[in-house]
């Protein structure tokens, strides 16, 4: 099952909401999800630091790459 393809096919409005109230986590957690699926390490990297400061960050850069790309982009390969 791709997680990560479930969340991206929710409406874009649900996921916009979704980042303003949990961004800090889904940031963490997509990430680490997503290098699962593809075996990246520095998508798994990124996914570990957002829990451990980066969250506020990812968080800003996932909610704008949310409104213009309806996915989320940076450091998620």
Do not use: H
């Not at 949990?22 to 990297?45: C, D, H, M, P, Q």
């Not at 969250?55 to 390969?77: H, K, M, P, Q, S």
């Amino acid at each position: 099952m791709n997680l990560t393809k479930t969340y991206e096919d929710l409406p874009k409005i649900v996921k916009i909401i979704l980042q303003i109230f949990l961004g800090y986590i889904i940031s963490a957690v997509y990430r680490i999800i997503r290098f699962l699926e593809t075996k990246n390490i520095v998508t798994l990297i990124v996914g570990i630091l957002c829990f451990f400061g980066l969250g506020f960050i990812a968080w800003v850069v996932d909610l704008i790459t949310e409104i213009l790309y309806n996915r989320i982009t940076i450091l998620a390969a």
